[in-house]
């Protein structure tokens, strides 16, 4: 009885040591995705996002808190002026007042309210300068808080980096390693069973080839049964048989409880 044509690929056939070595392809594949997938999916990688956004937030409050405090120098140096201004009027005033040239009652009535008034003045003034010294001496405390947590947090990223960068060179080295293994070995295997394979394992999520053990398809995890399990007896041994539910090549061995 000839078996049913969907168990395998029409005109392929390969020696079941092909077949076999098939399945160290397989487990290097499997090893390089494996690594492919923990290399995108260290902690760090996480770990460096979160810091990241915690340290542009912390650029963008020092800059605030740089501009604040720069903001209240010019202010402090402008106020500061308006004091030296009014203290330099204050005492030419005096000085003419002491000096006794103006006689008039009037002009010296007016000159001493002209003293009174700048002295006032000076003193809302000086106010003024206070309060900015104030709000630029906590704009300065606040720039030199943001500055060491801006260094804290960059330091962290920085580590973070160093350390995912590690780990990266690490799974790549093996990965070479593995991948020139698997080159090696696939290039023992019969190019149509490797072409054959590839397309499968495109379709299949990454595994073209699957062991047989114990009348269970080790692809999809499903038992053969009985009718297929004879029709699999029934085949050559160079047959590539393949599955009848994940259309995966199924490799058989002693195991295969045939």
Known sequence: MVPPLFFWSPQLNAAPAD???LLDVQSLDVRLSQLAHKRTSLPEHAEIESLSKDLTQL???LVAAQTEESDCAREQTK????VDQVRQRAVRDQQRLDSGAISSPKDLENLQKEIVSLAKRQGDLEDIVLEVMER?????ER???LTERVSSVQAKVD???????AQQQELDSEAASVAKERELVAGSIPADLMKLYEKIRQQQGGVGAARLFQRRCEGCHIELNITEVNDVRAAAPDTVVRCENCRRILVRTSESGL
């Open 143 to 145: 720039v030199a808080e």
């Open 59 to 61: 650029r963008d409050l």
């Open 79 to 82: 106020a500061e002026q308006d």
């Open 159 to 165: 580590d973070a980096v160093a350390r995912r960068d």
């Open 136 to 140: 630029r001496e906590s704009a300065q």
């Open 19 to 21: 077949q076999i070595r």
